[in-house]
């Protein structure tokens, strides 16, 4: 069995998509073994996307992740780092497959609906950065 980390980004929290994604990713298959709705500060946007921070996009990302809650989760099945990115679909949605999360509900590369952990040792980090243990149950 294998964790990833998944958050559920402002722009789905705003319009009301948290049930629908929750859905996919029960039937899916995925055990959700942690999950919380949090507002991030910046610092802890920053503190998230540290590796991103010499890319253009960065300052605009941390205000987006910034603005309004979150749901973040920790997400556990067999090959659950590789499924979840594969649920979620590609970055920017206009080159997600069909039936993804990002194809479905995206609003454009940026407000992309979704977040997942792209190898183990991103969610090694990732995981703790927002759940203690006794928050994974399962
Ligand atoms: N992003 C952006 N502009 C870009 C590329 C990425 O705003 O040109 C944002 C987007 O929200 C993305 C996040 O930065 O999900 C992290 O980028 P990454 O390349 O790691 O994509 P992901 O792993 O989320 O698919």
């Not at 009301?16 to 709705?37: N, Q, R, Y």
Request: charged residues 25%.
């Amino acid at each position: 069995m294998e964790r990833t980390f998944a958050i559920i980004k402002p722009d789905a929290v705003e319009r009301g998509l948290s049930g629908k994604i929750i859905t996919k990713i029960e039937e899916a298959g995925f055990a959700i073994v942690g999950m919380k709705k949090i507002h991030l500060s910046r610092a802890q946007a920053e503190g998230f996307y540290y590796v991103h921070k010499e890319r253009p996009f960065f300052n605009d990302l941390c205000s987006f992740m910034s603005r309004s809650p979150v749901i973040v989760l920790c997400l556990q099945k067999e090959n659950a780092i590789a499924d979840w990115r594969t649920l979620m679909g590609a970055t920017n949605p206009a080159n997600a497959e069909p039936g993804t999360i990002r194809k479905e509900f995206a609003k454009n590369i940026e407000e992309n609906s979704s977040h997942g952990s792209d190898a183990p040792e991103t969610a090694a980090f990732e995981i703790p950065y927002f759940f203690n243990s006794f928050e994974l149950v399962g």
